[in-house]
């Protein structure tokens, strides 16, 4: 029997389980004022049953076996609490038991468990999470996301401790690049829509949709070994306890891009040129994150190519056929600029839930379901950008200054869209099982125009010209299928029995990213009398191309996990051990392709202030001297550059979690996992990338719980810890790093940043990580901590881009490096301020710090080129994306009687390594800068809410710099000049958005 036919023939069985006929107790609990209180754990004594408040303080305690109880609620923060005995629960019949209240000065730990656990929507919910979670985590609830005015799941988590975003999108977990990160949608694998990157962009997840979301940066068994740095989990929002419908909505400013009449654009519709791709009406579709068919390569082109019938030079049938494919070409190749608007957003959600059975059945069943549509639009521009490539030329003793080869001002202008819709049903069959489908669809469009004047150092006669005119289009779609169940085993009138927890999820999702025909021009002019001359100079400044580019990728991912614990010993000192175990089954399947196709002009010179016009039909027609056309447009797809890949990955895991004494609780296991992973380049002749093996990754946790004893229960008004919630953490785990299809793929493909050819690498081989953590933490009161970390990590055979130094060319590919380490602390900090005064009872204050340092040893080949320019150079650096440091800082004001919640937010990262270069000339980094933000949340009763943001207050430039590294007497000449790579500013954001709840 495989995996596959094991997890179906155990998801029948978990849908055939019956279970008993039990009672329901349910109630209210309030103050000494009679007030409701929210967010209480209530719970039966001596038993897993329990369930929190509401924000009207009601409670529902369902599935109960009949008999007589102890109902029990504990504030664990004011340290109040009550019970009351002699509770008698019926089958088929609802015991109500109001709850009140009375303070006392100490209390017991209370001796209940929650059974059905709500989402941690708030900070306080999150916080608790985490004391109680077995790894290293961080918590980001759905309230701190909307104080934060974190509109997507990229905002979020940049908040976190020791997470800094790349691009806008990408997550770096202490200071590792996005390939030892992970994220899971619900605890599933979801596919990322990069096809040159490891990680899921986290830009694509509105906030409205997200319940909370997990980092957990230790591993235990039971979750993916693939990372490193850190796992992201994105829960989805399930259903709310009555009808509830909002509707929000939101417009920017933007100092930079709103209103602006240089803002650069394009349009390929009808009008903007002939072709094939240009007829037709209808819409803008790009409004809507959809490209339009106007932006499509010509189909007959495109036929031609792939089946291997593109005409090439000749005269004849084969010249007039190449004229005509040309002409069938879009002629838009240029930007044009406009008046730009703000950016908007619209957010529509409503969920509810149903009681499908009257309260007088005592296994009642609820339906319950959340529904959202989201819509965003935002615009970003900058003018006098800058893009210049250094080169150090000649050994560096000789030399006082590094040689600007390539400068270029640039000015670009993004349009960025996403549409989402979210849509989650929950069937509650009784309150120990539920089951639930979760649909997702994600898209979102991105419309890219530029425009760059430079020069070059070897053809100082000319200034260069370049534009680009791109769309891409990237789209998730997720279906999941859940369930989780308990059950009973062993039950009796003296014991309650095990509780037998079974969870699994069933998800297909497929992730594609499409670029239809993105269109760069390059071409110098030279200046007579203010009068410019413009030329197409292929062999200095390179062709004028159009490329489209698509990758398609489907996964399916297959979970079950089983949980039961066990008691032994004697009543005086009872220990538990819980036993937890699983199988999944992740299946990967990619394809992607590429088409390229180049211009040629034949007489070179043309009217450069007319581009369009110079690359029109008439030009696109032979002439008398050589009968060929003058102007036409040229095949240059490489078949390699087109590839399928799978991937398998086959996973069990069993592990168990003990308390070995009152204090010191043990988490560990193992997980083995079976790689599969095949790619083929459509080109017969490459070599094909097959990596097969099956990796054992163990983990072990200890958890020592702090206290004092007869500890007083923190109160609200009060500056005393609860040093019950102290605790230490250790722990050491193994986990992996596996190459992407990208580069296994053995195909060569030009690098913008890079300005090389990059290859793949079908010989990688899978990193493996030592990983070591130590935390000590404390909560001293809701909402509160403080803790200390720190991280060791030992990677054998690391990934990282390599100079091929066998190459003719400037050639880069992946390779696996010998070894590389990691190590850090983190700190974090979250404090009230009423510990100065009563009167800052509504002000707090957060930060937390994380300090990192890596080191990887270069390659011989690559030292051996890099010191015979520069022989200082040290024979290690840090890895890529590496971050020194990163600090998050929150300042925060929240009333909630006035309904006012107001904040500023801070977060900057310490330089890291953006790009290695291999001739001697230093590398270059990505240079600091502060993000400061202000957020202001007004409730205005019960329904309305308004909101203003200002974001990037600061509005810095990012830049990156060719920056020496290292502390010798050579490099001190080169300190006063600051080279620059590339730099732009990204301009103040100041929102406003109003909210409605019906």
Not at 143 to 164: C, L, P, Q, R
Not at 169 to 176: D, E, F, M, S, V
Not at 351 to 360: C, F, H, Q, V
Not at 658 to 664: A, E, K, Q, S, V
Request: glycine residues 8%; negative net charge.
């Amino acid at each position: 029997m495989n995996l596959r036919h094991l997890l179906s023939l155990t998801l029948l069985l978990v849908w055939g389980t019956s279970f008993a006929q039990t009672g329901k107790i349910e109630g209210k609990v309030t103050g000494s004022a009679d007030e409701p209180l929210a967010w209480l754990e209530v719970g039966i004594e001596g038993t897993y049953y329990g369930a929190y408040t509401d924000d009207n303080g009601q409670y529902f305690i369902e599935g109960i076996e009949p008999g007589t109880y102890t109902v029990k609620v504990a504030d664990m923060v004011s340290g109040t609490t009550t019970s009351q005995e002699n509770v008698v629960v019926t089958a088929g019949q609802t015991t109500t038991v109001d709850l009140k209240l009375v303070e006392t000065v100490e209390t017991d730990q209370v001796d209940f468990a929650i059974e059905w656990e709500p989402d941690p929507v708030t900070e306080e919910a999150a916080l608790e999470e985490k004391m109680n979670n077995d790894n290293v985590v961080e918590e980001q609830s759905s309230e701190e996301m909307k104080s934060k005015g974190a509109s997507k799941a990229s905002d979020a988590v940049k908040s976190i401790s020791g997470v800094s975003i790349v691009n806008g999108k990408y997550a770096y977990i202490r200071g590792l690049s996005d390939r030892y990160s992970k994220t899971l949608l619900n605890g599933s694998e979801v596919p990322g829509m990069d096809p040159n990157r490891n990680a899921v962009a986290l830009d694509i997840f509105p906030s409205s949709y997200i319940s909370n979301i997990t980092v957990v940066k230790t591993y235990t068994p039971d979750l993916p070994a693939d990372y490193s740095g850190g796992l992201i989990d994105i829960h989805t929002q399930e259903y709310p306890d009555s009808l509830t419908i909002k509707l929000s909505l939101g417009a920017t400013y933007n100092s930079q891009s709103s209103f602006n009449n240089n803002f650069r654009t394009f349009n390929t519709n009808p009008g903007q040129g002939g072709g094939e791709s240009s007829v037709g009406n209808g819409m803008d579709w790009t409004v809507l994150g959809f490209n339009n068919s106007s932006q499509n390569l010509p189909t007959e082109a495109v036929n031609k190519v792939q089946d291997g019938t593109y005409p090439g030079f000749g005269f004849g049938s084969t010249q007039e056929e190449m004229v005509s494919l040309s002409k069938s070409f879009n002629k838009v190749m240029v930007p044009t600029t406009g008046l730009s608007g703000m950016d908007h957003k619209l957010n529509f959600t409503i969920g509810n839930k149903i009681a499908l059975t009257p309260d007088s059945v005592a296994e009642q069943k609820v339906y319950g379901y959340f529904f959202g549509v989201n819509y965003r639009r935002s615009f970003s521009h900058f003018e006098d950008g800058e893009r210049n490539i250094y080169t150090l030329n000649g050994n560096i003793d000789d030399k006082s200054e590094l040689n600007l080869a390539q400068y270029n001002n640039l000015s670009t202008s993004k349009d960025n869209v996403l549409l989402g819709a979210y849509w989650n049903n929950v069937l509650q069959l009784n309150t120990r099982n539920r089951i639930g489908l979760n649909l997702i669809h994600n898209q979102t469009g991105s419309t890219t125009a530029s425009y760059a004047e430079g020069q070059k150092d070897t053809e100082l006669d000319w200034q260069m010209r370049t534009t680009l005119i791109d769309y891409t289009q990237r789209s998730l779609s997720s279906a999941q299928l859940y369930g989780k169940h308990e059950h009973y085993i062993g039950q009796d009138s003296a014991n309650i029995g095990k509780k037998l927890e079974i969870d699994w999820i069933q998800s297909a999702t497929l992730a594609s990213q499409y670029q239809p025909d993105t269109r760069v021009w390059r071409d110098a002019f030279q200046e007579t009398d203010s009068t410019r001359y413009y030329e197409v100079r292929p062999s200095a400044f390179g062709t004028p191309t159009r490329f489209s580019r698509e990758m398609n990728e489907w996964n399916a991912d297959s979970k079950i996990n089983f949980s039961l614990p066990f008691t032994f010993g004697p009543d005086s000192a009872q220990k538990t051990l819980t036993m937890k175990a699983g199988l999944s089954n992740t299946m990967k399947s990619r394809e992607y392709s590429e088409l390229r196709f180049d211009y040629s002009i034949a007489s070179g010179s043309y009217n450069g202030n007319d581009i369009e016009g110079s690359i029109s039909d008439e030009n696109m027609n032979p002439t008398s001297s050589s009968e060929n056309p003058n102007v036409f447009i040229q095949n240059n797809t490489a078949p390699g550059n087109t590839y399928s890949a799978t991937q398998r990955v086959t996973a069990g895991y069993l592990m168990g979690s003990y308390n070995l004494t009152p204090r010191l609780d043990f988490v560990g296991g193992a997980r083995v996992e079976n790689t599969d992973i095949f790619v083929e380049s459509a080109d017969p002749t490459k070599d094909k990338g097959d990596l097969a093996q099956t990796d054992v990754m163990p983990s072990a946790n200890f958890i020592y719980s702090i206290w004092k004893d007869k500890a007083v229960r923190s109160k609200l008004d009060t500056n005393d810890f609860d040093y019950r919630n102290m605790k230490l953490r250790m722990s050491y785990n193994m986990t992996l790093a596996r190459p992407t299809f990208r580069e296994l793929a053995p195909f060569a493909a030009d690098d913008f940043f890079l300005k090389a050819t990059i290859v793949g690498n079908p010989n990688l081989e899978i990193t493996k990580i030592h990983n070591l953590d130590l935390r000590w933490e404390l909560y001293p009161r809701a909402g509160e901590i403080i803790s200390v970390s720190a991280f060791y990590k030992h990677f054998f055979n690391p990934i990282e881009v390599r100079y091929a130094a066998k190459a003719q060319n400037r050639e880069f590919t992946w390779e696996n490096s010998d070894e590389a380490q990691l190590y850090g602390v983190e700190f974090e900090y979250r404090k009230k301020l009423d510990f100065i005064t009563p009167a800052l009872k509504n002000f707090k204050i957060g930060t937390n710090i994380t300090l990192s340092q890596s080191l990887i040893e270069l390659s011989p080949e690559e030292l051996e080129k890099i010191q015979s320019i520069d022989p200082y150079r040290e024979d290690t650096r840090s890895m890529f994306g590496q971050s020194p440091y990163l600090i998050n800082a929150i300042a925060e004001y929240k009333n909630d009687s006035l309904g006012l919640n107001m904040n500023f937010t801070y977060n900057i990262f310490g330089e890291r390594l953006a790009i290695v270069n291999i001739d001697g000339t230093p590398n270059i980094y990505e240079q600091p800068y502060g993000d400061l933000n202000f957020n202001l949340m007004k409730k205005f009763g019960e329904r309305i809410s308004v909101s203003f943001r200002a974001k990037n207050i600061l509005n810095p430039t990012i830049k990156s710099v060719y920056k020496f590294q290292g502390d010798a007497a050579a490099y001190e000449k080169f300190e006063d000049t600051e080279y620059i790579f590339s730099s732009n500013k990204r301009g103040r954001r100041f929102s406003l958005s109003f909210g409605y709840t019906f």
